[in-house]
Structures are given as structure tokens and as C-alpha cells.
């Protein structure tokens, strides 16, 4: 397993739409430990593929409690099946946005069906913060980002301080 650097905005390949996995094989497994590596050691509660710059429909999430069992999911060519008309606003974070938190409102239960890393088909009902990650997770698949749900003002403050963060870890 091995830690990847995360790309931060402005980085064009998180505004592009990731491809699907043709199939699950060695490279793919290998893909999502380095993924969950990566995850745990920023540290983050979800990481898509192409915050590491692979552009590939691939997430990974362990939204466990601090006091629980770590429970990390691969999640592979992922669809939201359903949204409810429930919404809640929470506070989000996004690794390719370091240091930055905003509320965001989103559905507060979503259905999801995906590929496991054993190849079947799987799909379950998910809440609280596992239903905010995953929507997080499939919007940076699809190329966008949590701070789009935010006003103009908001966004354009939040894009200037990014740029000077990558101006500065570039000259380091």
C-alpha cells in the first residue's frame, strides 16, 4: 500500500467526469488500498480516485465513530438510486480544499448500488453522516465539488485562497 498525493482545486481533472471500472481486477484492488491508506493518513472520511488524479469511477469512505470499529468500503462504479425528499445541512470538508468548512444541504438518506471489490453487485440504504460522504464522494466522480452549493461570494473567496496554497506548497 502506498499514500498519493491529493490533488487540490484549482486541479482541472477534479472538475472532469470519472470512467467506469470495465472490471474488477489486481490494479483496481491495489487502487482502493492505496486509496483507504491515503484516506486514514490525510486524515478524511472519504476519498474518490480522482483526487489522486486516476479518473476512475472508484470511492472509498469509512465513516465509522471515533469510538467504533474502523469499517472502510470500496465502492466502484457507484449510482444513487434514490434521494429522500428529507433534506439536512451539515458542515463538510473536502480533502482537495484543505482547511476549508461550509454547510452544505443535501438528501438525508440515500440508496446506492455499486461493485464490491468481490465482484458482485451490492446496494443498501444509507444515512447520517454515510449517506453526506457518499454524495460527496459521487459528486468529485462526476466533477464537482462541495463548495459549488455555496453562493458566488463564498465560492470565489474559498477558490482565491486555493490558489495561494498551491502557489505556496509548489515554491516549498
Not at 474488477?24 to 484492488?29: E, F
Not at 492505496?34 to 480522482?50: H, K, R, V
Not at 455499486?114 to 440504504?125: A, K, N, R, V
Amino acid at each position: 500500500m502506498t499514500t498519493r498525493p491529493i490533488l487540490i482545486i484549482p486541479e482541472p481533472r477534479l472538475r472532469k467526469v470519472a470512467d467506469p471500472v470495465p472490471a474488477i481486477d489486481d490494479s483496481i484492488r491495489a487502487l482502493t488500498q492505496d486509496m483507504l491508506e491515503t484516506m486514514y493518513d490525510a486524515p478524511g472520511i472519504g476519498l474518490a480516485a480522482p483526487q489522486i488524479g486516476v479518473m476512475k469511477r472508484v470511492f472509498v469512505m469509512d465513516c465509522a465513530g471515533q469510538d467504533d470499529p474502523p469499517n472502510p468500503m470500496e465502492i466502484i462504479n457507484p449510482e444513487i438510486l434514490w434521494r429522500s425528499e428529507e433534506l439536512e445541512t451539515s458542515e463538510e470538508g473536502c480533502l482537495s480544499i484543505p482547511e476549508i468548512y461550509e454547510e452544505v444541504t443535501r438528501p438525508e438518506r440515500v440508496r446506492l448500488r455499486w461493485l464490491g471489490l468481490d465482484g458482485e453487485i451490492h446496494e443498501q440504504e444509507f444515512g447520517e453522516r454515510w449517506a453526506v460522504c457518499i454524495q460527496h464522494e459521487m459528486d468529485h466522480l462526476d466533477g464537482k465539488l462541495f463548495i459549488d452549493y455555496l453562493g458566488p461570494v463564498k465560492r470565489r473567496m474559498i477558490m482565491s485562497k486555493m490558489k495561494k496554497l498551491k502557489k505556496e506548497r509548489a515554491r516549498a
